[in-house]
């Protein structure tokens, strides 16, 4: 069995522009020494993360505290965004219809593709494994969606404000066998 703790990034500077190099706000870096603290108790065997900095910051103590570096996947990153991407009305259109997308975005079919892509190559390269992936609300909603279609809008609300969530998804090869929240901090998101 495979064990995958999916890390959701701390809170971010919400102000911050550019989406790739988004830091985390003052409570988000001490809210990630939670999540360095929960893995302090598990073996882990590798760090994985989105390349964005919020997602390889927030587990970057954790990594250090094993002396293991951060595996970075393209592939693993956040979806496009595009102009008005930054209203509930427009996160609604999106999860109606997964090829949807506002002017210059990325569709949610698009963003579930690439990171089910990658996730399938590091279930199928490693066995009986504990691994941590430094991931995002809307990456890893499409990857509920697709092992679990009643993840929907409703489900990505619900977690919309937990920043850092820790959830481990366990697996036999690249079969879904099961899921448990680990940790949630809850931090409005202002979109």
């Not at 999860?95 to 506002?102: G, K, L, R, V």
């Amino acid at each position: 069995m495979i064990k995958i703790y999916f890390v959701r990034h701390a809170e971010p500077v919400h102000s911050w522009k550019e989406d790739r190099t988004r830091p985390l706000s003052k409570e988000g870096e001490t809210d990630s020494k939670a999540v360095t603290g929960f893995f302090s108790k598990i073996p882990i065997n590798a760090f994985i993360s989105s390349p964005y900095k919020r997602s390889v910051d927030t587990i970057k103590e954790s990594a250090e505290q094993f002396g293991m570096p951060i595996t970075t996947d393209e592939r693993l990153r956040e979806r496009q965004q595009g102009a008005g991407y930054k209203n509930y009305d427009m996160i609604r259109k999106r999860w109606a219809d997964f090829n949807y997308c506002e002017d210059g975005g990325e569709t949610l079919n698009s963003v579930q593709k690439r990171n089910i892509e990658a996730l399938h190559e590091i279930l199928l390269r490693n066995d009986e494994m504990n691994i941590v992936i430094g991931t995002h609300g809307t990456a890893l909603s499409t990857i509920l969606n697709y092992y679990d279609s009643s993840f929907n809008i409703d489900s990505f609300f619900r977690i919309i404000d937990f920043m850092p969530y820790i959830l481990r998804i366990d697996f036999e090869g690249v079969s879904f066998i099961s899921k448990e929240e680990m940790l949630i901090i809850e931090k409005p998101y202002n979109p």
